[in-house]
């Protein structure tokens, strides 16, 4: 049996490290590219669904992937140190021979935690097209405040990503099997471990989830801007014929039984407006049934994140994703992962943050309480708390306090969690299921072996 070459390790190393360099800077340019604020629309029920579910899926996507970066670098530099060994091994068997070169590790990525997008979709613009005051007190159904044009770029950036990985991804399986070739892999038997992790490395960097959610943000914004301009297009022919008929109601003056005729125009300005809200209304549930569609496709997003990352648990030395509550903290331990949820959320915990004062009734009464929200963002008007916690209820007056708040003023509210994170309060349950609340879960803890 040919002996193991340690530049077959070196070269299978270097390879990982370059990859977790490459998808690491490619995830922040993504990041970059989705100008997504508020752009899910704050329309009844569309807009919330869609942001809820878009949130939480191009997390996913950052998350799952970011994870396959830093399991590469891990994996980078194990492999490495196997060939750093069998050089060792041949140094020392033949110490006046020709020696074996011994080189550094490579670098590899530097992110030490999982990235995640730095923009929330949540919320709209509250806008409405021309002419909207015609049928606005007969439509049954909001007018769809999404920027769907916004929506379909992140479709693009997002499928393009995927379609990129996918390339990246087996071009990085082919280049390290070119090396660990099935006939080394059944000579050595610690090649073929590398290989199976070399495979859970590139499943999670392959980027599938992120090309399904590039289908899903293009059929949500294609359908957005083709009812849109529907509606718009319709809300000017009615426009028109209301300007007619006004005309008519003039000329009518000089009739006789004017007042009569003039009376059954309005009737008919009326029944007008009466059939267009009904047109309306359909065009915007046209949207409303697509987001559906959407939203529960991407709920496919999670499971295939939370799958491909559990496959990289031994290369992190823990649990993924994991959703088992952690136990037996102190109180230091407990304020200490609250800091480091905060900053894998984004958010810096010595940062400045506000105070906001709000009268909100948590179960027994009207109360002025004083609340401080991890971010309160006034461009986009957008709230935001961070809970690294098992579950939610002790800290339930604060979080319905900000979302008080948020109503009030017309900010959204986002509530982000670790993966573990239990819902464990009605009210705040009941709140998450009206849109009222926002919740986002990301890998906000580790949970180690």
């Avoid at 960097?205 to 359908?223: F, I």
Wanted: glycine residues 6%.
């Amino acid at each position: 049996m040919t002996k193991a070459d340690p530049e077959w390790f070196y070269s299978v190393a270097g390879k990982l490290s370059e990859a977790a360099t490459s998808f690491e800077a490619r995830f922040t340019a993504l990041d970059q590219k989705l100008n997504v604020s508020r752009s899910a629309g704050s329309y009844t029920t569309g807009g919330p669904r869609w942001s809820t579910s878009y949130d939480q899926s191009a997390s996913d996507v950052f998350e799952v992937g970011s994870l396959g970066v830093m399991a590469a670098t891990v994996l980078a530099k194990l492999v490495h140190e196997a060939g750093l060994n069998e050089a060792k091994a041949e140094n020392e068997s033949s110490p006046n021979g020709p020696q074996e070169r011994t080189p550094a590790p490579p670098s590899g990525s530097k992110i030490n935690h999982a990235m995640h997008p730095s923009k929330l979709s949540v919320g709209g613009d509250n806008s409405k097209p021309d002419h909207w005051s015609l049928i606005a007190d007969y439509v049954k159904k909001e007018w769809a405040d999404c920027d769907e044009e916004r929506i379909r770029a992140a479709g693009t950036a997002f499928s393009s990503f995927g379609t990129e990985s996918q390339k990246q991804a087996t071009e990085l399986w082919n280049a390290c099997t070119a090396v660990f070739t099935d006939e080394r892999q059944r000579g050595y038997p610690e090649i073929s471990e590398m290989v199976t992790e070399i495979a859970n490395v590139c499943g999670a960097l392959k980027g599938e989830v992120a090309s399904d959610l590039g289908v899903a943000c293009e059929a949500v914004g294609a359908k957005a801007s083709e009812m849109k301009k529907l509606g718009q297009t319709s809300l000017t022919i009615l426009h028109y014929i209301i300007l007619s008929y006004e005309v008519d109601k003039v000329l009518a003056r000089r009739l006789p039984w004017g007042d009569r005729i003039r009376k059954g125009i309005d009737r008919l300005i009326e029944f007008n407006k009466k059939e267009y809200a009904k047109a309306n209304d359909k065009l915007m549930k046209s949207i409303d049934q697509t987001v559906d569609q959407a939203a529960e496709s991407n709920e496919g997003i999670n499971n295939t994140a939370t799958t491909d990352a559990k496959f990289l648990s031994n290369l992190l030395d823990r649990i993924p994703r994991q959703t088992d509550p952690i136990r037996n903290r102190t109180k230091e331990e407990n304020e200490a992962a609250g800091d480091e949820g905060e900053r894998r959320a984004g958010i810096n915990p010595r940062g400045r943050k506000r105070e906001v004062r709000v009268i909100v009734d948590t179960g027994s009464g009207p109360v002025a309480r004083e609340v401080v929200p991890d971010r309160i963002d006034d461009v986009n008007r957008q709230v935001t708390e961070v809970k690294n916690t098992n579950e939610i209820r002790p800290d339930r007056v604060q979080i319905l306090a900000e979302a008080e708040w948020a109503r009030q003023n017309g900010y959204t509210m986002t509530l982000v969690v670790d993966h573990r994170t239990v819902i464990n309060d009605p009210k705040i349950q009941e709140m998450v299921n009206n849109g009222q609340i926002q919740v986002v879960r990301k890998e906000l803890d580790d949970a180690y072996f």
